[in-house]
């Protein structure tokens, strides 16, 4: 069965420092994956799909098949990255991760 | 452009009773999603229309909840009757095509079942 794993439920890291977001998956096909992100009170929307290989506000994620792993980074974290971000695994529809609070703390 | 629109924003009824959410898409959109967000879980499809048809309904719970998009434009979600267990927030996405092409999302409806 398909399955999106994000191991941690807060993440929480000083202003300027490296940021890991963990994501996990499980499925036998060719993977699409993506982030997407919720600000306080602001709607749920797609920060990055693996396929168009962007650094959306300084955010990457790249797919290694072998690990099974799409891990979103940014190198230095920013206040106004604090949010929650889902994982998300493309089949014939969306199968999103629990997600992973991020705190930016000045 | 206008995002999607749903209605109502929140919702607080007693278990047995009904109750209908409305989504609006965005304009143009052929492909209009459901959701189902337990607290403390991501979002989970309940139903995917294109147009006016069901693509994937297999994770809606039949004996409770049905939707309709009459015309391919908007749509409604009813659960009919409510249990405890359904509180959650609904959301409701559209996107252009398919499953590859961005969802946007609605604000959202959460519903407390008492």
């Known amino acids: 069965a398909q399955r999106v794993t994000q191991p941690e439920k807060l993440l929480s890291v000083f202003k300027g420092a490296p940021v890991e977001l963990k994501c996990n998956y499980s499925y036998s096909g060719s993977p699409e994956l993506f982030w997407y992100v919720q600000y306080s009170r602001q709607r749920l929307q797609l920060l990055l799909r693996h396929i168009s290989r962007e650094s959306i506000k300084g955010f990457t994620a790249d797919l290694n098949k072998g690990e099974t792993s799409f891990h979103l980074k940014k190198p230095f974290a920013q206040e106004e990255d604090s949010a929650m971000y889902y994982c998300a695994l493309e089949t014939h529809k969306l199968v999103f991760g629990a997600g992973t609070i991020l705190r930016v703390k000045s | 452009e206008a995002g999607v629109a749903q209605s109502p924003r929140y919702k607080i009824i007693e278990k047995r009773q009904s109750v209908a959410f409305w989504c609006n898409p965005i304009s143009g959109h052929a492909t209009l999603y459901w959701y189902q967000q337990i607290l403390g879980q991501g979002p989970k499809l309940l139903i995917q229309?294109?147009?006016?048809?069901?693509?994937?309904d297999s994770q809606l719970p039949k004996d409770r909840f049905s939707a309709e998009r009459l015309k391919g434009v908007d749509s409604t979600l009813k659960i009919q009757p409510a249990k405890l267990e359904d509180s959650a927030v609904y959301l409701c996405a559209s996107s252009l095509g398919g499953v590859s092409n961005e969802q946007f999302f609605g604000p959202g409806t959460r519903l407390t079942v008492l």
């Open positions: 229309f294109q147009n006016n048809g069901v693509v994937d």
